[in-house]
């Protein structure tokens, strides 16, 4: 198949020429066929959501486990009621507070939605992006599209066109370029089927955020660090995702004791002929030696460690680096998330550089 690949950027977005592109990329939905677009978050992988047949395909194109339901993309809140059973109060708050946004809700689902879709559960997960070219292309589809992030299945979610192109290319139909996601991780995940509303993926919208909103908010025990052995709620966060073909391992605790310990293992690592990449913060960067080092930027800005991190897990698989070491991000605010998907990328490896112990969890 040969994928078309269309930018649509806010210099063209008026033009004639972009609207005839959004129409036809519409089109293609509509006859179930696949269309990756861009997002505030990561690239999508879209298909008709109502179409139990773009579902198989959207499935197939990423190699992905078929009991790992997909997200429907809305554009507007009336589309919101013909696909689930009701809508609680919670909602509808979190929709005023955070919709168009990188935001998904858990809610029952109707009949409309197929279980394709869904992967079988009873429930729906239901996000309305904040991307014009997006929210356009929604629209031209007929108002629903299921779109998991636009990678294969195991690797880092894209967040630039030509990473979607890499994975995806001579699968599907047609790719929208719309620049760097400006976000860079997927969308906070929130179940609101429960007494008490519950985190199921960290993202820019943080738990602090949702509180604001809701008043008590849960996590999911199964993302946070000590929760390792429990099945997480949202089924696609027990597979091993986001990871790097190099050995990624994240190096925790006081600034110079990590420089020190990365530094150690970099020389370790080097003498066994191996190439080393080191993700380094803006004060740290230039005290590395020996390896590719990347700079996910300053610390007390940690919207842009979010933003880089993808990019940069791909940039090290492009120059073939054998193993990887990271410090470690903030537990708090999206450096929580930033966290969780750099745990994911390294399979849990984290060692603390005052300690030296390495603890190596069992999940995957
Ligand atoms: O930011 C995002 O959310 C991006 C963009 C494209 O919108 N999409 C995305 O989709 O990250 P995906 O498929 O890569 O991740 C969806 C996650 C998976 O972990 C899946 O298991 C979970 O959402 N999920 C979907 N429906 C669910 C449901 N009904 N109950 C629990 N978890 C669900
Ligand atoms: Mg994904």
């Known amino acids: 198949m040969n994928t078309e690949i269309f930018k649509i950027t806010d210099e063209n977005r008026n033009t004639k020429a972009a609207e005839e592109t959004i129409e036809k990329a519409g089109k293609i939905l509509q006859n179930g066929g696949l269309v990756a677009f861009p997002t505030e978050t990561v690239y999508g992988l879209g298909g008709d959501a109502l179409n139990p047949e773009s579902s198989r395909k959207i499935y197939a194109a990423k190699g992905r486990p078929s009991d790992n339901p997909l997200i429907v993309h809305i554009c507007r809140w009336e589309d919101l009621p013909p696909i689930v059973k009701e809508i609680p109060e919670t909602a509808r708050r979190l929709a005023d507070a955070f919709w168009p946004g990188p935001l998904t809700m858990i809610l029952e689902k109707s009949d409309r939605v197929p279980k394709e879709t869904t992967g079988g559960l009873s429930t729906v997960a239901v996000r309305m992006p904040n991307d014009k070219t997006a929210l356009s292309l929604i629209r031209e589809a007929g108002g629903y599209i299921a779109a998991p992030s636009a990678n294969l299945s195991g690797r880092p979610s894209p967040t630039l066109a030509k990473y979607v192109q890499e994975d995806l290319g001579g699968r599907i139909e047609m790719i929208l370029d719309g620049g760097q996601a400006c976000i860079g991780l997927e969308s906070t995940i929130v179940d609101l089927t429960e007494d008490v509303p519950m985190i199921l993926r960290p993202g820019y919208i943080t738990r602090e955020m949702l509180s604001g909103v809701l008043g008590e908010v849960k996590v999911d025990r199964a993302i946070l660090p000590e929760g390792s052995d429990i099945a997480p709620k949202a089924p696609g966060m027990k597979y091993r995702h986001y990871a790097p073909r190099a050995e990624l391992t994240i190096i925790a605790g006081e600034e110079s004791a990590v420089v020190r310990r990365i530094n150690e293992l970099v020389r370790e690592a ?95």
């Open 270 to 364: 080097e003498e066994k002929g191996l190439c080393c990449g080191v993700i380094a913060t803006e004060k740290t960067a230039e005290r590395y030696r020996g390896a590719l080092v990347k700079n996910a930027g300053d610390r007390e800005q940690e919207e842009m460690a979010a933003k880089e991190l993808y990019r940069i897990l791909r940039e090290f698989d492009e120059e073939a680096v054998d193993v990887i070491y990271s410090e470690a991000f903030a537990e708090s605010g999206i450096g929580q998330a930033v966290m969780n998907r750099l745990l994911k990328a390294a399979g849990h490896r984290i060692e603390n550089a005052e300690m030296m112990q390495k603890r190596k969890c069992k999940k995957l």
